[in-house]
């Protein structure tokens, strides 16, 4: 079954600075990766996500993350970080190899962002 | 409807109640998804529909949990003889379709098993 493993609970940078949260992950086929954003008291919201293609992948409030197959991660990155950027962030993957549909979410990562 | 919709925002029972979870997809979704969220912890998959059938309910935790959807909409996630285990945040996400289309989440459920 699919996998999704983010190494860090908590990541903090300064605002400003350039930040990266870190996944990986493990699939038997070709993966759909994902990024959700938790802010505080909302529901997850979509950031981006990684079918096939360009492994830059661009989403939304300047996010990016880039897939890399040999590592088998797909980090998001921004390269200059706001205090409003602070959220908990999930990674998440969904296995084409298997053809099912659920998809399996990382622990998180809170993010924190200092002025 | 504008986004995915789920009641009640907050439920607190007792140990032993049963409890039913509402979702309400945005319209027009085919796909449909319900995942438990513990505090401090990620999200945890329970089951999915695809229109009103589930292929795959393999993360319902144990036999007291179930779900249904029906005319391809809304969704009732129950929960039987509720346990303090079972406090969580459960969230309900949709989506257009299977594969590539990303989950569009609902604002969730608290629950509080007393």
């Known amino acids: 079954a699919q996998s999704v493993a983010q190494p860090e609970d908590q990541v903090n940078v300064a605002e400003g600075n350039p930040l990266t949260v870190k996944c990986t992950y493990s699939?038997?086929?070709?993966?759909?990766l994902f990024w959700y954003v938790q802010y505080p008291n909302r529901g997850l919201q979509f950031l981006l996500k990684?079918?096939?293609?360009?492994?830059l992948v661009k989403g939304s409030y300047g996010f990016e993350a880039e897939f890399n197959k040999s590592q088998t991660s797909f980090h998001l990155k921004k390269p200059s970080a706001l205090v409003s950027d602070s959220a908990l962030y999930f990674c998440a993957v969904r296995d084409l190899g298997v053809g099912n549909n659920d998809m399996r979410f990382g622990a998180g990562t809170r993010l924190t962002v200092k002025p | 409807g504008a986004g995915v919709s789920q009641s009640p925002s907050n439920k607190v029972t007792e140990k032993g109640k049963d409890v039913e979870l509402r979702c309400d997809p945005i319209s027009g979704h085919t796909a449909l998804y319900w995942y438990r969220q513990s505090l401090g912890q990620g999200l945890e998959f329970l089951i999915y529909?695809?229109?009103?059938?589930?292929?795959?309910k393999s993360g319902l935790p144990s036999d007291r949990f179930s779900a249904e959807r029906t005319g391809g909409s809304v969704s009732t996630l129950t929960i039987q003889r509720t346990q303090q285990e079972d406090s969580a945040v459960y969230l309900c996400?949709?989506?257009?379709?299977?594969?590539?289309?990303?989950?569009?989440f609902g604002p969730g459920t608290r629950l509080t098993v007393l």
């Open positions: 699939v038997s086929g070709n993966p759909y």
């Open positions: 529909f695809q229109g009103n059938s589930a292929p795959d």
């Open positions: 996400a949709s989506s257009s379709g299977q594969g590539v289309h990303e989950q569009f």
């Open positions: 990684y079918i096939t293609g360009d492994n």
